[in-house]
């Protein structure tokens, strides 16, 4: 090729080169900037955030000029300026109440079980739970029994008594809650027999064991828990315990009350 031909030819190849410089020099929107020979958006783009020289982590996104992880930024829930309301969070790119949300419950992930209500952040079985019973609401509260079925219930079957250890108590014959809550028997000389305390070795109705009742002609006193005869017995002459002498051996006898 003559040398006319080939300055020409090098100087059109410089023409387009310099062409190419200025038509990605002048970047314009809506990629205004030019980052290594690209023009891009810096507000958006999570290759060039902010600024040529930053790169967002993989899965966050560029939204305003600033790297962010859609899914727990609440001003940009899962997609740039996606915001969350007011007392809400982003739960894996989903805006939530973690006050009442199930699967997420006070903070994000935290799945209440199965049959539970997410209340205020607090997994509650409202089925059973006295103080949300049926309802979170706080005004649900079962002021004495138990919660049922989501409902109120008293705590005791009818005979039985809630005493302050929240337990039920039969009254009629609990030693230690006998006739009322915290009305405690003798456990060494008493028995609580029909809701009073009784004193089983003397108690003529309550003779060693409740409703053991000492009776008619034949044993009608109760003397160290059993039916006797004061009147004739050897071993309680007159009053339980007063023993006559040689009791035991024949010829010795009580008599109406007296030994002989």
């Given at each position: 090729?003559?040398?006319?031909?080939?300055?020409?030819?090098?100087?059109?190849?410089?023409?387009?080169?310099?062409?190419?410089?200025?038509?990605?020099?002048?970047?314009?929107?809506?990629?205004?900037?030019?980052?290594?020979?690209?023009?891009?958006?810096?507000?958006?783009?999570?290759?060039?955030?902010?600024?040529?020289?930053?790169?967002?982590?993989?899965?966050?996104?560029?939204?305003?000029?600033?790297?962010?992880?859609?899914?727990?930024?609440?001003?940009?829930?899962?997609?740039?300026?996606?915001?969350?309301?007011?007392?809400?969070?982003?739960?894996?790119?989903?805006?939530?109440?973690?006050?009442?949300?199930?699967?997420?419950?006070?903070?994000?992930?935290?799945?209440?079980?199965?049959?539970?209500?997410?209340?205020?952040?607090?997994?509650?079985?409202?089925?059973?739970?006295?103080?949300?019973?049926?309802?979170?609401?706080?005004?649900?509260?079962?002021?004495?029994?138990?919660?049922?079925?989501?409902?109120?219930?008293?705590?005791?079957?009818?005979?039985?008594?809630?005493?302050?250890?929240?337990?039920?108590?039969?009254?009629?014959?609990?030693?230690?809650?006998?006739?009322?809550?915290?009305?405690?028997c003798n456990a060494n000389t008493q028995r609580c027999c029909n809701s009073v305390c009784v004193n089983w070795q003397?108690?003529?109705?309550?003779?060693?064991?409740?409703?053991?009742?000492?009776?008619?002609?034949?044993?009608?006193?109760?003397?160290?828990?059993?039916?006797?005869?004061?009147?004739?017995?050897?071993?309680?002459?007159?009053?339980?315990?007063?023993?006559?002498?040689?009791?035991?051996?024949?010829?010795?006898?009580?008599?109406?009350?007296?030994?002989?």
């Open positions: 090729m003559p040398l006319e031909l080939r300055t020409l030819a090098r100087i059109a190849l410089a023409a387009l080169s310099l062409t190419a410089r200025l038509a990605v020099a002048q970047c314009s929107v809506p990629t205004p900037t030019n980052c290594d020979g690209v023009c891009v958006d810096l507000t958006s783009n999570a290759s060039y955030c902010g600024s040529c020289a930053t790169a967002c982590l993989t899965g966050q996104l560029c939204c305003n000029g600033k790297c962010t992880d859609q899914r727990s930024d609440p001003n940009n829930c899962w997609s740039c300026g996606t915001a969350c309301s007011t007392g809400q969070v982003c739960c894996d790119g989903v805006c939530t109440s973690t006050g009442s949300d199930p699967n997420n419950c006070g903070t994000c992930a935290w799945a209440c079980g199965t049959g539970a209500t997410c209340c205020g952040g607090t997994c509650i079985y409202t089925s059973s739970d006295p103080d949300h019973c049926g309802s979170c609401d706080a005004g649900m509260s079962c002021t004495s029994g138990i919660c049922s079925n989501r409902t109120c219930q008293p705590r005791c079957i009818p005979g039985l008594t809630l005493c302050s250890d929240d337990l039920c108590h039969d009254t009629t014959s609990d030693m230690n809650d006998c006739g009322g809550c915290g009305t405690v003397t108690d003529d109705n309550n003779c060693g064991g409740c409703n053991n009742v000492c009776s008619g002609n034949v044993q009608p006193d109760c003397c160290a828990g059993f039916c006797t005869d004061k009147s004739q017995d050897v071993w309680n002459c007159g009053t339980c315990g007063n023993a006559c002498p040689g009791a035991g051996t024949m010829g010795v006898l009580c008599t109406g009350g007296n030994c002989s």
